[in-house]
């Protein structure tokens, strides 16, 4: 009898045993991330680093991890600049904290560790979670809105900082580029001046600084300094027929492609105007004395006449140039738009006409645009009077924004897509109830992508507030595609079409992801098969719900971030 409780009580202590040498503790846990940490601001997490250092219990310190897909074969442009900020944000930590215990940072890669991306019901990237010391169980850790706030390590800075009132001061790796070329070019002329030292008459050759000075104000004058400000693409290029353009049709605006056209532009008038004066000055200066007559010059290869000619030829054609490229620049008045029209005469000739657009419907907008009825099936009643959108960076509105109007965002390098903060209608929504925005963006091209922003109460007057897209009553679906590879922006054509019913929409929460990484993921295109946006109004469960727009608007937008 006693041998039986003796085995029994082994088999306890074993088994007990066995459970505590399974669980890591407290202490163990943060040795393990604080060797880490003196290795590589970064921790690369697997499935047991995940369960244990994360998920598990007990844990005093807070994790910040990206989930992330760096590998070539996934498509994910924005992946890498992101990880590359949050590693300069983790190194800035690990120089400023490093005995510090309240914070780690890690990753979690797609190809690396696909079955924690399902653990957390993921399929898109980049994703930053915060893991705080109290998360326990299933509960969803915080989340930082990267499409609000952006993907820059100072914004994760300020992300961590409300969160665990760490202060981190981003150190960024200088860069040298900059002064190793100035001094390569310091020592370049250095060099030609030792190599030229017994011969310094070069530097009192007025050809020389002539043209030095010229090319100075070529630079001015074509706006490379303004591009160096703002910091323009090289070209853009039109996401429906894909064809680049080296030239920027707003007067508010250029590409850097375009100084250089400018630049060269103007060069070829100076010539012009030198072909046309110094043979002439050569030729009055030859009838004196032979002793005083200049040495041979560029300009006297051909005879002057001539010279004249070719000069007057290059004036007349780089001149005539320069003012058709700023006339097609310049912008029509208010109320007007520039169209595309032809000649009766001419109808092969394309000429562009300033037309009056005060009297056009949002229906005529959406018409002229080959939308109605391929795409959009349903035409709004009225045409919203304004539109505002919000910068992520500083949560600051926009000037309004009307029908038709040419947004230009690539200063802000936190845009990605234009939020929609407000809108203006020209009457107060009639009969109360609820207002869902939705934001149809490349609705005739592909990729595409839907944004929707519903259930918002319906205001008493003409001005409706729409709630951030960080809100709960936020959802969006991207479909699968890419954009031009190299492209450094990308225009985007915005829709927006305003909807009310009595009722609030009845949304699964699944609808909020898109299909990044698997296509068959619930969104909201629910019912539709295949990538035609139409199907959204005409098949789709939430499309069925909407029903007919109340008001609408289409405008342009360009930025720096590709969607």
């Known amino acids: 009898m006693w041998e039986r409780y003796i085995v029994a009580l082994f088999v306890l202590v074993h088994v007990f045993h066995g459970v505590d040498g399974d669980t890591i503790s407290l202490d163990e846990k943060v040795r393990t991330l604080q060797d880490w940490l003196h290795k590589k601001p970064l921790m690369n997490l697997n499935m047991e680093r995940w369960r244990n250092l994360v998920r598990s219990q007990p844990r005093n310190y807070s994790m910040f991890v990206m989930f992330t897909a760096l590998s070539p074969g996934v498509n994910c442009p924005i992946c890498k600049p992101a990880y590359d900020e949050f590693h300069i944000l983790a190194n800035s930590f690990r ?142 290029t039109n996401p429906n027929t894909r064809e680049t353009s080296f030239i920027h049709g707003s007067t508010q605006f250029q590409l850097i492609s375009e100084t250089y056209i400018v630049a060269v532009l103007y060069a070829a008038v100076t010539l012009g105007f030198i072909l046309m004066n110094d043979p002439l000055d050569v030729k009055s200066k030859s009838e004196g004395d032979a002793k005083s007559r200049p040495k041979e010059k560029p300009t006297q290869i051909l005879p002057p006449n001539v010279m004249v000619f070719i000069g007057l030829g290059l004036v007349a054609v780089f001149f005539s140039l320069l003012l058709s490229i700023f006339r097609s620049k310049s912008q029509c008045p208010e109320g007007f738009t520039c169209r595309d029209g032809t000649l009766t005469d001419a109808p092969d000739q394309i000429v562009h006409v300033c037309c009056s657009t005060l009297n056009m419907s949002i229906g005529d907008w959406l018409t002229e645009a080959g939308l109605t009825p391929s795409q959009i099936p349903y035409i709004p009643l009225v045409k919203l009077t304004a539109i505002y959108i919000v910068d992520p960076s500083t949560n600051a509105s926009s000037p309004p924004i009307h029908v038709g109007d040419e947004v230009i965002a690539l200063s802000y390098p936190n845009y990605v897509t234009a939020s929609i903060a407000a809108l203006t209608f020209p009457v107060p929504p009639v009969g109360g109830g609820f207002l869902h925005v939705l934001t149809l963006i490349d609705a005739g091209a592909y990729p595409f992508a839907i944004l929707l922003t519903a259930n918002v109460l319906a205001p008493a007057s003409v001005n409706c507030v729409v709630s951030s897209q960080n809100a709960p009553n936020f959802y969006y679906y991207l479909s699968n595609g890419t954009v031009p590879a190299g492209s450094l922006s990308y225009r985007h054509q915005y829709v927006i079409l305003v909807f009310s019913t009595p009722n609030q929409l009845q949304i699964s929460s699944s609808a909020s992801f898109g299909n990044s990484f698997t296509p068959s993921q619930s969104s909201l295109m629910d019912g539709c098969s295949g990538n035609d946006i139409s199907c959204f109004f005409t098949t789709s469960t939430i499309g069925s719900q909407l029903g007919s727009p109340l008001a609408g608007s289409l405008l342009y937008a360009s930025f720096s971030i590709k969607l």
């Not at 079955?115 to 957390?120: A, D, E, H, T, W």
């Not at 915060?130 to 100072?154: N, S, V, W, Y």
């Not at 665990?164 to 070019?185: D, H, K, M, S």
């Not at 009192?204 to 490379?224: A, P």
């Open 95 to 236: 120089y400023a904290y490093p005995e510090l215990k309240q914070a780690y940072f890690a990753i979690v890669d797609y190809e690396e560790a696909p079955n924690i991306f399902q653990q957390m019901n993921l399929n898109t990237a980049p994703v930053l979670y915060h893991f705080g010391p109290k998360l326990t169980g299933k509960k969803k850790p915080e989340q930082m809105d990267f499409q609000r706030h952006g993907i820059d390590a100072d914004a994760m800075g300020r992300f961590i900082a409300e969160h665990t009132e760490i202060q981190i001061r981003v150190l960024r790796p200088p860069n040298y580029a900059a002064p190793v070329v100035v001094l390569l070019l310091v020592m370049l002329i250095l060099g030609l001046l030792y190599m030229k030292r017994n011969n310094l008459e070069f530097l009192y050759n007025r050809t020389s600084w002539g043209c030095v000075c010229l090319c100075i104000v070529f630079v001015f004058m074509s706006g490379q300094m303004w591009n160096h400000i703002r910091g323009p693409p090289f070209v853009m």
